[in-house]
């Protein structure tokens, strides 16, 4: 079988080899960059926080945290491989703080969602791009649980850092392009 195809590949078999160490390097690099990029993007608003509508300050706070998560979780990760934990046991715990501190900022912003939409004249909506984004935290957050519960393995944790990474990059591109408006 081709590399990758073996159930008892790497990215399968929940060890952390160096392939494992680079790709969670990687991740943590771009996460890191992705967040510098993002405090420049808010340095660079011409108002105050304060006098942001919420959607603005939702975006930043999304933006925020979903580079940094990642990045943080892949240090995380690296420091207990380099500390001689099984790389399964690895997978689940980081797993499990991935999907437990994505509910709780979930659970955030909808309460923050909700609080704009009755302390405002505008409503916050979800939009298509939205709505995808949270059909798709759904799916990767059972992922995830079914990561913590059954297997530890690498690349369920790997999707899931690869997911925030895209909402990173999604409220990215609507707090610099959508919100200049």
């Known amino acids: 079988m081709p590399r990758g195809c073996s159930l008892n590949d790497s990215w399968a078999a929940g060890e952390l080899d160096n392939q494992h160490q680079e790709v969670l390097s990687l991740i943590a690099e771009v996460a890191f960059g992705l967040a510098g990029f993002a405090v420049i993007a808010v340095a660079l608003r ?41 790389g399964d046991t690895i997978y689940r715990g980081v797993s499990a703080l991935w999907l437990g501190a994505s509910v709780w900022f979930t659970t955030f912003s909808v309460r923050a969602t909700r609080n704009a939409n009755s302390n405002s004249e505008t409503s916050l909506e979800f939009d298509t791009s939205g709505r995808v984004l949270f059909l798709l935290l759904v799916a990767v957050a059972a992922i995830q649980a079914t ?35």
């Open 46 to 86: 011409s108002r105050q926080e304060d006098q942001w509508p919420p959607a603005v300050r939702l975006r930043a706070q999304i933006l925020l945290f979903s580079s940094l998560l990642p990045g943080m979780l892949a240090l995380v990760a690296l420091g207990l491989s380099a500390s001689g934990i099984a």
């Open 147 to 181: 990561n913590v519960a059954f297997f530890g393995l690498f690349w369920p944790l790997f999707v899931a850092f690869l997911f925030s990474l895209l909402a990173a990059s999604n409220a990215f591109y609507r707090l610099l392009f959508l919100d200049a408006r």
